[in-house]
T-cell receptor, first 114, second 115 residues
Framework: AAGVIQSPRHLIKEKRETATLKCYPIPRHDTVYWYQQGPGQDPQFLISFYEKMQSDKGSIPDRFSAQQFSDYHSELNMSSLELGDSALYFC?????????????FGAGTRLSVL | AQKITQTQPGMFVQEKEAVTLDCTYDTSDQSYGLFWYKQPSSGEMIFLIYQGSYDEQNATEGRYSLNFQKARKSANLVISASQLGDSAMYFCAMREGDSSYKLIFGSGTRLLVRP
């Protein structure tokens, strides 16, 4: 079965640079979620989208922005990168407003800011 | 206040034995969902099992079962017949209410299965 695809898997950036993370949800999943997992920490919700509209917002820094496109893929744009942005970034997808609403996660993008 | 509490930072279990990973939660919503995810050392987050707040039966998925005690606000994961491949970090998570579908995670329990 098709899973959530994230690219790139690994990314190395310098401080103050920008980064773009991409997420392709499972087919027929119309909702995308982004999470950030710092070293040794639990994942923290950043933002979610349904039908290209932002549906929920968590602890996402103002330096970050995200969007969902007509094909349901999503991109997380990160600017003015800081050392503290080094983390594993997960994208998850689910069908919207289904009772179980199980979120299936991608393999993550590991971002290292040097 | 912690919404999801996992009190066992690390646990050992002998191969082929059963193990219980604890999870307690805090919510005032009547409708919520509880999830368990497995994170191997490779980093991916793998969905294991789901329990809805209105589900009367405890959820089961193969070797995984969820011991749901609503009055105690606990949702413990039971892994039967542990395998070496079960060694991983396990996260309990909650979705609160019907207006937000974000997941709130606990701090995780690292399970090591001994041969």
């Amino acid at each position: 079965a098709a899973g959530v695809i994230q690219s790139p898997r690994h990314l190395i950036k310098e401080k103050r640079e920008t980064a773009t993370l991409k997420c392709y949800p499972i087919p027929r999943h119309d909702t995308v979620y982004w999470y950030q997992q710092g070293p040794g920490q639990d994942p923290q919700f950043l933002i979610s989208f349904y039908e290209k509209m932002q549906s929920d917002k968590g602890s996402i820094p103002d330096r970050f922005s995200a969007q969902q496109f007509s094909d349901y893929h999503s991109e997380l744009n990160m600017s003015s990168l800081e050392l503290g942005d080094s983390a594993l970034y997960f994208c998850a997808s689910s069908p919207y407003r289904v009772a179980k609403n199980i979120q299936y996660f991608g393999a993550g993008t590991r971002l290292s800011v040097l | 206040a912690q919404k999801i509490t996992q009190t066992q930072p690390g646990m050992f279990v002998q191969e082929k034995e059963a193990v219980t990973l604890d999870c307690t939660y805090d919510t005032s919503d009547q409708s919520y969902g509880l999830f368990w995810y497995k994170q191997p050392s490779s980093g991916e987050m793998i969905f294991l099992i789901y329990q809805g707040s209105y589900d009367e039966q405890n959820a089961t998925e193969g070797r995984y079962s969820l011991n749901f005690q609503k009055a105690r606000k606990s949702a413990n994961l039971v892994i039967s017949a542990s395998q070496l491949g079960d060694s991983a970090m396990y996260f309990c998570a909650m979705r609160e209410g019907d207006s937000s579908y974000k997941l709130i995670f606990g701090s995780g329990t690292r399970l090591l299965v001994r041969p």
